[in-house]
């Protein structure tokens, strides 16, 4: 079964009179341990479709199912539960909160999905080791390089384990060394775990790690 799908969504804003279709009609699936590489012009949608997939946005029409449950439009105070339960997200500018250090900063996000306390210190660390910050743990983001704070932005997605990983432009700050080796990171991670894995990229280094790689054009699905 799938982790991920979006079945012919479609979504559109007003500005003023006008209306913009921003999304026409886009279908997509996720499975378990596969990573999809979602490339695009700026503009074509990819931002949009995230945020759509990552119940932050609700589409105007079509079906998102996510870990299982379907997203209702109708119901928007379910969806903070899903992406807390179903969603991690990784995003380019690593969104660390300067005061905190390594471990600190993934601690947090386990207390916010409800895991505190000594067990989500324990969480924490263990996670950063799997991310091989063994030795970070206690550095604030200001004595980690830019792969380092990668890591430990990945770390905190994987807090509570869920079933897709949205990653927007994860090695855009990154040097085509240090950017491969955290693309590296991301594939056996989705693997070891059968987490499904999107990748929404301009770097093209990234589909010589994914499965599969679908394009957006003028916020459809190009052939």
Partial sequence: MSVLEAD???KSFREGR??????KRVSLTLEPGEVVALEGP???GKTTLL???GCILTATSGRVVVDGQEVDAKKPK???QIRKKSIGFVFQQFNLFPALTASENVEYALNIKGTKGKAARNEAEAILDEVGLSDRKAFL????SGGQKQRVAIARALVARPAVILADEPTANLDSQVGTQILELF???AKKEARGLLIVTHDPKVRDFA???VKIRDGQIAA
Avoid: Y
């Fill in 8 to 10: 012919l969504v479609s």
């Fill in 42 to 44: 700026s503009g074509s």
């Fill in 187 to 189: 594939r056996a991670l």
């Fill in 78 to 80: 379910l969806m903070p």
């Fill in 18 to 23: 006008e209306t913009i279709d921003v999304l």
């Fill in 211 to 213: 499965d599969r790689v």
């Fill in 51 to 53: 945020s759509i997939l």
């Fill in 141 to 144: 983001p200001r004595d980690l």
